[in-house]
């Protein structure tokens, strides 16, 4: 099973936005370097200034799934998900969100929309995978 690891956040401009953006450059760095509990306390302090900030909400689903909070990563998405439906960072992360907690059927429809609209092979081999445990291969 490839390593959630591997997903790595969009990347978001703020304009005009100096503290979310300061916020969202550290707390991204933090996740880089595999600290998600650092992050998220930056994120979320950020967030209580700009709640609607969808990078740096972003960035708390991703800092979820480092720390296999899936549940609370399933949540931030579908949310992201359903305020952008073509966003397909945040489609592929509730599909590997679902995968992990092993509903493979539920995770196979956002992991095949996110392999469509990004043309990514990763994406591609996260639905081949999921369709193998789906069909029980």
Known sequence: MADIG????????????K????AYAAAYDLLVR????????????ALGD???NRGLRSLRAWAYLLRAQLQKAEAEL?????EVPDD??????LGRALERQNRYADALPHLRLAAAMSG?????????????QVLGL
């Open 34 to 45: 595999r600290e998600p509990a650092k992050a998220l306390e930056l994120v979320d302090k």
């Open 120 to 132: 990514d092979p990763e994406h591609e081999t996260a639905v081949l995978r999921v369709e193998r």
């Open 78 to 82: 579908r949310t992201l998900v359903e």
């Open 50 to 52: 700009d709640p609607t």
């Open 6 to 17: 591997d997903l790595t956040a969009p990347a978001i401009v703020f304009p005009g936005q």
């Open 88 to 93: 397909d960072w945040a489609r592929h992360a």
């Open 19 to 22: 503290e979310p953006e300061r």
